[in-house]
């Protein structure tokens, strides 16, 4: 689950959400994509997305009238969609908008939607950025989730990571107010940078600061996200899970 794009240069003058990996589309997935794909891959516009037409089927499988008034959620970067799927059938109510150009791990997802008869997950295969940028009005977000992000340990990589100001300043922008920003990551440097840079956008609020005072700033894992595969082995071999959830608060 960790979001990937775009490693063409050493520090992109512009912020990019991914680093593209190669990666072979197995049999499954590639039925997935032509059986799947049709339906819940939107292309990437540059122009606002039509949400009630890009959520119709999924409003009208479960009796809803309005697409535009379910919740609707961004993931960046979702792997291979386990825990996107998890989540999505967790809250059948909710949008998932999942951005993800990682070729197996959308063919992944496309894959588990049809196993699991999901309708609430919409995938757009194209840098996050640009898709936040052209394609999502302002306050226009119940939330966005962003689990464990490539942490580029070594020091001089630090500049790739994915949470930096310039992106969360947008992110927050298209939240509606009372929206949040959920952000998990099993590297604790990575953590405190995420904690301080999160911390810093003005229109965002860490409200675990006054209901878990004792996490130092961190929040208890929320109950809609799963344990991974990966999260598993690593808490097995003693490392940290560090979640962040910060909300919109003017």
């Not at 039925?31 to 089927?57: C, M, N």
């Not at 939240?175 to 956008?201: F, M, N, R």
Request: with cysteine; proline share 7%.
């Amino acid at each position: 689950m960790r979001p990937q794009t775009l490693a063409d240069v050493a520090f992109p003058k512009t912020i990019k959400s991914f680093v593209r990996r190669a990666g072979r589309v197995t049999t499954g997935q590639t039925k997935a994509f032509d059986e799947l794909g049709p339906k819940f891959l939107l292309p990437y516009q540059p122009e606002t997305l039509d949400f009630v037409a890009a959520y119709a089927d999924a409003s009208s499988s479960r009796g809803l009238n309005d697409a535009q008034a379910q919740p609707l959620v961004l993931e960046i970067g979702f792997g291979m969609g386990e825990a996107t799927a998890h989540i999505a059938a967790l809250l059948p109510d909710t949008h998932f908008l999942c951005c993800e150009v990682h070729e197996p791990g959308v063919g992944a997802l496309l894959k588990r939607i049809g196993e699991q008869d999901l309708h609430n997950i919409r995938i757009c295969a194209h840098d996050a950025v640009e898709v936040i940028d052209h394609m999502l009005p302002e306050r226009s977000l119940d939330g966005v989730h962003i689990f464990f992000p490539d942490p580029w340990h070594k020091k001089k990589h630090n500049k790739r990571r994915l949470i930096q100001a310039p992106l969360v300043a947008k992110l927050a922008a298209r939240l509606k107010v009372g929206g949040y920003i959920h952000c998990a990551t099993d590297w604790q440097p990575y953590a405190e940078q995420i904690l301080e840079v999160l911390s810093a956008e003005p229109l965002l609020k860490n409200t675990a600061l006054d209901q878990h005072p004792e996490l130092l700033g961190y929040a208890p894992k929320p109950h809609y996200r799963p344990l991974t595969k990966f999260e598993n082995r690593g808490i097995k071999l003693g490392h940290g899970v560090w979640d962040v959830v910060f909300v919109r608060h003017a």
